[in-house]
């Protein structure tokens, strides 16, 4: 197809068949995980968005394409209203649909810069959009979920992100793909980028894991489904699978529950602290629960041992907006707007990153995350020592039992190639797992099935680049070639020109 007939199109056709690119491309993200159609269709949206005639068209594609990428990814989204259907269930396709759009708009942006930048041309598409994908983890509090780099995650090329995180895999794969359209157009230096990466594919591929006499660590999941978790009627009948697990033969040297396993307030579950604490039999019990101090609530977790001695706490700091606080709740009420402060009610107070590190006794210092927490790379390296390992606790009841806990699980293996770290992932309904420095899963229970898992702790990889240095490695690359695209291209008067 022409460049003239393809913008000729019927402006509603058109449209339709660029959110079908999208939703085409989204089959990069688990449960299909075929990251071929992130090149093919990556490289299908930068040719259409570099033969945009005027930057109305370009802008209009790029949403079109978002709008059909997002709706598919986060189609997860539309479970949590349904766990109370008949309350919220009306307003599931706008949650859905906001979010897609709030996501569309970072690319929207990256594209319009792209025009100014570069006019359009595939080097400043590449490095424009990268920028808005790692914007959208830290902007309006952030929400780096389907990033166009996660397709990479099943394949060799995720070890990267030690060196540079999931925005390096987003430039990587970019290019990769703009390298595509190179060779199509019978440029061949375009072949560059793709003959580097099969060269890498090999290397970098970790292979299986070696076997590990490490601690041995027991991961409990409950399946405890997300409309009957705080049904007193079925409380009993959760408590009493964990407590089966944490009593199996043989005893452990940590065992993990996941969030909010207690359905009771700390303040008020010294009971049933008493019966964990005997039949963990002297090993550190990990578990999430909600506690109270100075009139604030928190979402937290404690490690528990003999004695029933709460040992560590730690309190989630990164909250989900609207999901576990209201945003401004705090200043609102300084204006005299009373019950959305986590202090009148309206939420959980947010816990001090800082103070992340846990003690386990025998196995050495986690680092602790919380659910939502997992999705943001660049906040899980904290100052001072070095975690053993990282543990996740997480409820994905919300989410149902198809893309979203799959997804979740994904980003988890993500955060321990860019920690070098092994990660210990307990979830209320799946997919609890262990999973090595390399991000293999070694051990899992599949979602929606209740039981445990015990396997050895694997060994922790030496500090990457990623520990230290974070996104800038990734985020002064993508800058430099920004800076390089604006010099060497002529300016004009004119967006559209």
């Known amino acids: ?130 920028l808005a994908e790692a914007l959208r983890g830290y902007l309006f509090t952030g929400f780096p979920w389907g990033l166009i780099g996660h397709a990479l995650i099943p394949t060799p090329i995720a070890q990267v992100a030690a060196l540079g995180g999931p925005h390096l895999l987003t430039l990587v794969i970019l290019t990769v793909a703009a390298g595509l359209v190179y ?11 793709l003959i580097v990466a099969a060269c890498a594919w090999p290397l970098l591929a970790p292979g299986p894991a070696p076997a590990t006499d490490g601690p041995l660590v027991r991961i409990v999941q409950p399946n405890a489904p997300q409309d009957e978790k705080w049904d007193p009627t079925s409380n009993a009948v959760f408590f009493d699978r964990m407590m089966a697990a944490t009593r199996a033969d043989p005893v452990p040297d940590l065992i993990v529950w996941p969030e909010t396993a207690i359905p009771v307030r700390l303040d008020f579950a010294w009971p049933e602290l008493e019966i964990m604490s005997e039949a963990a039999r002297g090993a550190p019990l990990i578990t999430g629960i909600n506690r109270v101090q100075d009139d604030q609530y928190y979402n937290s977790l404690i490690v528990l041992g003999r004695g029933a001695q709460v040992m560590d706490i730690y309190d989630k700091s990164h909250l989900v907006p609207f999901g576990e606080y209201v945003p401004f709740g705090d200043l609102l ?17 947010k816990g001090l990153p ?24 660049e906040e899980v390296a904290v100052p001072g020592a070095r975690p053993r390992l990282l543990v996740m606790i997480t409820n994905d009841a919300w989410f149902g039992r198809a893309a979203g806990p799959q997804q979740h699980l994904a980003q988890a293996r993500l955060r321990a190639i860019e920690q070098g770290l092994p990660m210990v992932r307990s979830a209320n309904t799946g997919i609890s797992a262990m999973i090595d420095a390399q991000g ?14 015990d396997a050895p702790l ?20 993508v800058l430099l070639g920004l800076a390089v695209t604006l010099i060497t291209t002529p300016r004009r008067h004119n967006l559209d020109a």
Not at 27 to 38: E, K, M, N, R, S
């Open 1 to 130: 197809m022409t460049r003239a007939r393809l913008w000729s199109v019927h402006g509603l056709l058109r449209f339709g068949a660029l959110a079908g690119l999208g939703v085409f491309t989204a089959l990069t993200h688990a449960p299909f995980d075929l990251w071929p159609a992130a090149l093919i269709g990556w490289a299908a949206i930068l040719w259409v968005l570099a033969q945009a005639p005027t930057l109305r068209l370009a802008l209009t594609a790029v949403l079109a394409v978002g709008l059909g990428y997002f709706g598919f990814t986060l189609r997860w989204l539309i479970e949590p209203f349904l766990v109370d259907a008949a309350t919220w269930g009306w307003a599931a396709p706008f949650g859905v649909s906001l979010m897609a759009l709030r996501e569309t708009l970072f690319w929207v942006a990256g594209v319009a810069v792209a025009r100014w930048v570069g006019a359009g041309r595939l080097p400043a598409l590449v490095f424009c959009l990268t």
């Open 354 to 377: 800082r103070q992340s590190l846990i003690d386990l006794p025998g196995i050495g210092p986690a680092r602790a995350l919380i659910c939502y927490e997992g999705i943001f790379a």
């Open 440 to 453: 293999r899963v070694l051990a899992s229970l599949p979602l929606g099935e209740a039981g445990h898992i």
């Open 333 to 349: 009420k300084s204006m005299g707007v009373r019950g959305l402060a986590p202090s009148d009610g309206g939420g959980f107070a």
């Open 458 to 477: 694997p060994p922790a990889d030496p500090v990457t680049v990623y520990a230290r240095a974070g996104d800038w490695p990734a985020l002064l690359l």
């Open 183 to 193: 060779v199509v157009q019978r440029d061949w230096w375009g072949s560059v980028p």
